[in-house]
Each structure stands twice: as C-alpha cells, then as structure tokens.
C-alpha cells in the first residue's frame, strides 16, 4: 500500500527527490536573515521576530527539566545546518501571518530555494501539519513524508510513530500518534462533527474546519477504515484527536 502511494504521490505538481528542490517556491518571497535557530521548526530572524515553519511539526526540545522527544535535538541540529546565524533566507508567507504567540508563520527557503520543511520531512525528523487556512504545498510536503515513511527514516522508525489501532490504545496515551480504525459511527454537536473509531476513542473535527474537506466529507465515513494523526488527549473519559484538515485524515479501505 505504502509503495503505490508513495508512487502516487510523487506525481504530485513541484514534488522532486530531495536534493534541494522539493516543493519550489511559487513566488517572490520576503528576505530575512537568521539570527538563531531555536528548535526544529522555530527560528529567531536578526530584526528580532520569530518565525514558526508553516506545514511541519518537529519532535520537542526539552525544557522546564523536561528532557526533549526522540529526534528533537537532531531536527534543531539539521536546521541550524541549513539555516544558521547569518544566514540569508527567502520567507512565503500563507493566508494566517502569526500564531497566537505572536510568532511569524512562513514557509522558509534558503536564497538558492530550497525548502527546509521538505529536508526535514525527507530526513525523517518532522511531520506534515496542516493548520487551516494555510494550506500551501500540502500536498507535496505529503508526498515528502510519504517517501521518508516508507524508508523509516528519523522518526518512523521509532515506536511512538507506528500506527496503533484505535481499540488498542492505552487510558493514558497522550501526545502524537498515529491511529487506525474503522469509524463506528459519525455523531454530530453544536461545533463538531464526531467519528468514534471504538468504544473509548473519538475523532472531532470542528464545523469550522469541514469546508477544506471539500468531497472528502467525512459524514460519508462510517464503516470506513482510516488512519489519523495528531494530538491525543482525554476529556470526560474518553481519548480525542482533533483533526482540522484532511491531510491528518486517510481513509484506508
């Protein structure tokens, strides 16, 4: 399944093998240049603003006593690589500029163009993360992690990143993970669309959000099998994932 999606998924517009042109700019973008690289998916720009990368997620550094993800410190080594001090970047900005901590939200390339979410991707040390409405190069940073998946490159080859089906879940799960099942049933409230995967886990996918599944509607779901991927937490007993795209949301059968 993984091989013929993957070869799928390569024929994707601006999807290239990763050295150094996957997922091209489709325009002109704001010149930067950077000052210190934070974590895997944030860095500090010499005039003193904070730029979040737009469509990945990288493990977490530790802080607070914490100690850091698996990979965490890879990622952040892999950037500061490609994006160290003084070095001159190129930004694409999407619909939504900044997150609510203020930081800004782009795309961001190296002044050649190439993409440094598509090297994270392809090295196995982040995950696609859409978060509406910036959608830009969704499907081909997809494509990106398609390719690393299938080689278990960083961090597929790592347990926490396996896929675990939904009735196997422990009580105490929590963080990212990736989940199969097949929907139970499709519930609907107020704000949220439902798809209960088995008896203690639940997807929610906010009413706001159903307009960027387009066909995809995922009221057409129940029976199917699906993987889902995010953040899990519990809330009044049960475990939830919130999926806001359908690009966390793969109906596998």
């Known amino acids: 399944m993984w091989l013929a999606l993957v070869f799928s998924l390569l024929l994707v517009p601006g999807v290239a093998p990763a050295d150094g042109t996957a ?3 489709d325009r002109r973008g704001e010149r930067a240049v950077s000052a210190e690289v934070i974590d895997g998916d944030t860095l500090a720009l010499a005039d003193g603003r904070r730029v979040r990368l737009l469509g990945i997620n990288t493990p977490e550094i530790g802080r607070d006593g914490k100690p850091s993800e698996p990979l965490a410190e ?3 080594a892999l950037l500061r690589n490609l994006a160290g001090p003084g070095t001159d970047l190129r930004l694409r ?4 500029r900044f997150d609510r901590y203020g930081r800004l939200l782009a795309h961001v390339f190296a002044a ?3 993409n440094f979410q598509a090297r994270l991707l392809d090295a196995g040390l982040a995950t696609t993360l859409v978060v509406p409405p910036n959608q830009w190069a969704v499907d081909c940073y997809a494509a990106v ?3 690393a998946r299938s080689r278990r490159a960083g961090i597929w080859r790592l347990d926490a990143y396996q896929p675990v089906p939904a009735e196997n879940l422990s009580g105490t799960a929590r963080g990212y993970r990736v989940v199969t099942g097949r929907v139970q049933r499709v519930g609907e409230s107020r704000g949220n669309l439902w798809l209960n995967l ?6 929610r996918i906010p009413r706001e959000d159903l307009v960027y599944f387009g066909e995809r509607d995922p009221r057409r779901l129940a029976g199917r099998r699906v993987e889902a991927r995010g953040w899990i937490h519990k809330r ?3 475990l939830r994932m919130t999926v806001r795209h359908p690009a966390a949301l793969t109906v596998l059968e």
């Open 23 to 25: 997922c091209p700019a």
């Open 74 to 76: 890879d990622a952040r």
């Open 93 to 96: 900005l999407d619909v939504e």
């Open 112 to 114: 050649s163009g190439e």
């Open 145 to 147: 992690e398609v390719g």
């Open 198 to 203: 088995s008896r203690g886990m639940a997807l």
């Open 236 to 238: 009044k007993g049960e």
